[in-house]
């Protein structure tokens, strides 16, 4: 069965300060990992990563996926309280039918 | 908006009573998934659609559960005989390629079974 798990389950950090999210998988037959942030709503997309070793950006976000450690990490520098949100991470299979989540990670930024 | 929708935002139902759920994806979007998540845990994968076939239901809990999406567009999830354990938000996402990549998530409908 497939397995997605995330660390910590939750983080309070400061604004400015950076933090790092960690994200491990299990995942059959895997294509690709992908980034959520979900505030109230809908999970927004982040980042697709599918190459190991190469890392996307987006601003003050960050990740990197580690095809051998089956593991990938999302970095925010100089964290904001509208960073403030559960963090989602999911492994996708490569028919691209499946995504299996994580059970997120909890960011609370306080000012 | 042109993103995904999805109604009712908020339902609360009686236990044993039976509940729709809607989903209109992107225009366009090939593929529909449709997702249910508990309070405090990720989402978890229940059916997919490719156009109007159901492709994969192997995420769904019990027979209580359908989806259909007859005309390859909106999609309806329906739980029959409603219990407490059902509480939970249903997430409905939708990606453009047949071989999809990034799902694009509507607001979801939460779900409360008194």
């Known amino acids: 069965e497939d397995k997605v798990v995330q660390s910590p389950l939750s983080l309070v950090v400061h604004e400015g300060d950076t933090v790092t999210l960690n994200c491990s998988y299990e995942?059959?037959?895997?294509?690709?990992l992908l980034w959520y942030k979900q505030e109230k709503k809908a999970p927004t997309f982040l980042f697709m990563l599918?190459?190991?070793?190469i890392e996307k950006k987006s601003g003050r976000l960050s990740s990197i996926l580690d095809k051998k450690e089956l593991s990938s990490i999302l970095n925010i520098t100089a964290t904001q309280t509208g960073d403030s949100a559960i963090y989602l991470c999911?492994?996708?299979?490569?028919?691209?039918?499946?995504?299996?989540f994580g059970g997120g990670t909890r960011l609370m930024v306080k000012p | 908006g042109a993103g995904v929708s999805q109604s009712p935002r908020y339902k609360v139902a009686k236990r044993g009573q039976d509940v729709a759920l809607r989903c209109d994806p992107i225009?366009?979007?090939?593929?529909l998934f449709w997702y249910q998540q508990a309070l405090g845990q990720g989402p978890e994968f229940l059916t997919y659609?490719?156009?109007?076939?159901?492709?994969?239901k192997s995420g769904l809990p019990s027979d209580r559960f359908f989806a259909e999406r007859p005309e390859g567009s909106v999609s309806t999830l329906k739980i029959q005989r409603t219990q407490q354990e059902d509480s939970a938000v249903y997430l409905c996402?939708?990606?453009?390629?047949?071989?999809?990549?990034?799902?694009?998530f509507g607001p979801g409908t939460r779900l409360l079974v008194l």
């Open positions: 996402a939708s990606s453009h390629r047949r071989s999809q990549e990034t799902q694009y």
């Open positions: 995942v059959t037959n895997f294509r690709s």
């Open positions: 599918t190459s190991s070793g």
């Open positions: 999911a492994g996708l299979n490569n028919a691209g039918n499946m995504l299996t």
């Open positions: 225009s366009g979007h090939v593929s």
């Open positions: 659609f490719q156009n109007e076939a159901q492709l994969d």
